[in-house]
C-alpha cells in the first residue's frame, strides 16, 4: 500500500473492535491509534457511519461523538452522490441478490453503498470485516459492491499492517 493511501472505514470495524477484541477497557491503544491515524490523514469513516454508531447507547457512541467525530466525513458531496446513485443502479440491476437485498442497502440509514461511493468518488479503500461472496443472494456484501467498481477493500488487520501499527 502507498504511504498516501486514504482508509476510509465501516461501521462494523468500530462496533466489532469495542465489542470483541479491542475493547476500550482491554486495549485503549487502538482507539487512540485511530485517532492519530485520522489526524495525520490516513483514515477517516462517513456521516453515515456515524448515524449507525449514534444508535448505539454505549461506550463506542460516547467515543466517536467526543473524539473521533472531526473524521466523520460528509456525504453531502455531488460526487458521492453521484457514486451513491450509480452503485444503486448496479445493485438493481443485479439478478444474483434477492428484491429484500437490494431494498436494504438503498435504506437511506443504511452506511453500506454510501461508504463505496464516498471510496469510490475519493480514491480510497475501504475498511470492512464483510467478505466478498458470488453466491450470496440475502444481502449485498460491501466487497461484492466494491468488486464491481474496482474499489480496493480490506480488513482492519490488513490496514494496521499496512500502516505498520503496533499497538503496545
Known amino acids: ?15 466489532e473492535a469495542s465489542r470483541r477484541y479491542y475493547a476500550f477497557d482491554i486495549v ?3 482507539w487512540q491509534s485511530l485517532i492519530e491515524l485520522a489526524r495525520t490523514g490516513q483514515i477517516l469513516s462517513i456521516d453515515r ?10 461506550e463506542l457512541k460516547t467515543w466517536a461523538n467526543s473524539s473521533f467525530h472531526p473524521w466523520f466525513a460528509s456525504t453531502d458531496d455531488v460526487e458521492v452522490t453521484d457514486a451513491y446513485r450509480s452503485v444503486i443502479e448496479w445493485a438493481n440491476k443485479q439478478e444474483q441478490f ?11 440509514d443504511n452506511a453500506d453503498a454510501w461508504l ?15 467478505q466478498y461472496d458470488r453466491y450470496i ?32
Open 49 to 58: 457511519v456515524k448515524s449507525e454508531i449514534d444508535r448505539g447507547d454505549d
Open 28 to 30: 485503549p491503544g487502538f
Open 137 to 168: 443472494k440475502a444481502r449485498i456484501p460491501i466487497p461484492n459492491v466494491c468488486q464491481a467498481f474496482s474499489v480496493q477493500w480490506l480488513d482492519i488487520f490488513q490496514m494496521l499492517r499496512a500502516l505498520r501499527v503496533k499497538l503496545c
Open 98 to 108: 434477492s428484491g429484500p437485498a437490494k431494498a436494504d442497502i438503498a435504506r437511506g
Open 116 to 130: 463505496v461511493a464516498y471510496a469510490l468518488s475519493k480514491d480510497c479503500v475501504v475498511v470492512t470485516h464483510e
Open 1 to 15: 500500500m502507498a504511504g498516501g493511501q486514504m482508509y476510509v472505514l465501516d461501521t462494523n470495524v468500530f462496533v
